[in-house]
């Protein structure tokens, strides 16, 4: 009976992150923006720039959402390229380069797209939006250079499978990133912060999503996420080395990494 009990919760959890983004895709980027003051905006290049991207990598953004990341990663890109002018590989490697960004919900892969097209990458062949489930990768073992997750292994119901799978997938010598929310330990700090998430978060999403149980949730799976040192321990668990994290904003979130050897 215990397990039909977890079995049922983890239906659950499926089923509530599935609608919490069915939800709030087309009013995701907004609240982004209002909840982190954009903030997310400076964590995100953070991410990116320790990820150091070049041209021609063949790069994964798991829950990539709307393409936040995957956007930056290839701004990156076009910048290193236009930075070694005269170099006549260059433009090859660029046109050799792969972004896919893959998320388990089709709504937020829709606004993503749109937000490709506004940016004049709709035809870009860098950048390859795909459906599917962290915990389920329908990518070759060692196939990419590279791997992002950001504010969104928290919503994965099996957070070692979709480690197991990062690892799979990496080439030797390939990096993975994840940035996600995660616990502040700073007394009065936490108690501010406690405030905003559990007070302030529900009501902004109630009044300007109009969807307070949704944010609710985000709250609530940001208290159960491991924290900083236990999640580090879960990554090298899944044979990353040289595991490491950095706390942004007094842990508010944290960037973890680890290389795949
Ligand atoms: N990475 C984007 C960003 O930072 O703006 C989006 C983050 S959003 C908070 C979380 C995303 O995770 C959603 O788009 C959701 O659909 C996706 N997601 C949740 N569970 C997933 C899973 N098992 N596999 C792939 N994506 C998942």
Not at 102 to 107: F, L, S, T, V
Request: aromatic fraction near 10%; hydrophobic fraction near 40%.
């Amino acid at each position: 009976p215990r397990r039909r009990f977890k079995e049922v919760r983890e239906e659950e959890k499926s089923q509530m992150v599935g609608n919490v983004f069915t939800s709030v895709a087309s009013s995701y980027d907004v609240m982004n923006d209002l909840m982190s003051g954009g903030l997310h905006r400076l964590w995100k290049e953070r991410l990116v720039s320790k990820l150091n991207p070049f041209p021609g990598m063949k790069h994964l953004d798991v829950a990539g959402g709307t393409g936040d990341v995957a956007f930056r990663i290839l701004d990156s890109i076009h910048a290193v390229a236009h930075r070694a002018v005269g170099d006549i590989h260059d433009d090859n490697l660029l046109e050799e380069t792969q972004i896919f960004v893959c998320d388990i919900n089709p709504n937020m892969l829709r606004v993503g797209r749109k937000r490709a097209q506004e940016r004049g990458l709709g035809d870009s062949k860098s950048l390859i939006w795909v459906e599917g489930d962290a915990e389920k990768l329908t990518f070759s073992d060692a196939s990419m250079d590279g791997y992002t997750i950001a504010f969104g292994i928290r919503n994965v119901t099996h957070i070692e499978k979709a480690l197991a799978e990062a690892y799979r997938v990496l080439k030797p010598g390939g990096r993975f990133l994840c940035l996600e929310l995660s616990h502040v330990e700073l007394p009065i700090f936490k108690d501010l912060y406690d405030y905003y998430s559990f007070s302030v978060i529900p009501k902004v999403g109630e009044l300007v999503a109009g969807d307070r149980e949704s944010y609710q949730y985000l709250v609530e799976s940001i208290r159960r996420f491991p924290k900083q040192e236990k999640f580090a321990t879960m990554i090298a668990e899944a044979g990353f080395q040289k595991v490491e994290y950095e706390n942004l904003v007094g842990g508010v979130v944290a960037i973890h990494s680890g290389l795949k050897f």
